[in-house]
């Protein structure tokens, strides 16, 4: 058993005592490549994220997580993890993040770029929608509550929302539109923002 399997198999045990809940689940490919995106509120979130869905997630994170020569080995090498320097356009990240679609594997984004400390989705960044085009893998949104104080206020409020997954050919954007990539990340953060048990299919 690799290191990732067994961490996730241990926070799954972990969460589910806590009264974890996953909704829509069954809406996740089977198979990859897969864009995961979701809205970021508490560090636990990267944790909370992969243990909800099937496949193993890999997660473009901040390059502060790296510094550590420890840590940044464990990251890259056990747990796929590769990072991105935010707030400027990263081509290695952006390389990187093909890479993981072109091997038909699951990318984990938080597209807002940072948590959001009252909780409200923030606006995401278009990036999502060029590794959309270029990949023409579909993005899945994700919507995950309760992760915040996860240790001393988690109990019985952990919640994932899991929505249908949102192909190329459904982010076209309408005639006048100046800028199509935001547009399109705008079409992304609202299907995060509207998830819910009643609108999961």
Not at 36 to 63: G, R, T
Not at 106 to 115: A, K, N, Q, S, Y
């Amino acid at each position: 058993m690799s290191l990732y399997h067994f961490l996730k198999k241990l926070f799954r045990l972990q969460f589910r005592a806590m009264g974890w809940k996953v909704h829509g689940v069954e809406n996740f490919p089977k198979n990859g490549p897969v864009i995961l995106v979701s809205n970021h509120v508490s560090n636990w979130d990267p944790i909370v994220a992969a243990c909800s869905v099937p496949l193993n997630v890999s997660f473009m994170a901040k390059e502060e997580l790296f510094s550590n020569p420890l840590l940044g080995k464990v990251f890259r090498n056990y747990l796929g993890a590769f990072p991105v320097k935010r707030g400027q356009g990263d081509t290695s990240a952006i390389r990187n993040a093909l890479k993981v679609l072109k091997e038909g594997k699951v990318l984990g984004l938080f597209p807002e770029g940072t948590r959001s400390k009252s909780g409200e989705l923030q606006k995401g960044f278009s990036g999502m929608i060029l590794l959309m085009e270029k990949s023409q893998a579909p993005i899945v949104p994700m919507r995950v509550n309760g992760t915040q104080n996860l240790l001393t206020r988690g109990w019985g409020h952990i919640e994932v929302f899991v929505g249908p997954p949102i192909s190329p050919e459904q982010l076209k954007a309408p005639e006048g539109v100046e800028n199509r990539r935001e547009w399109a990340a705008d079409q992304i953060m609202k299907a995060i923002d509207n998830l819910s048990v009643a609108n999961l299919h």
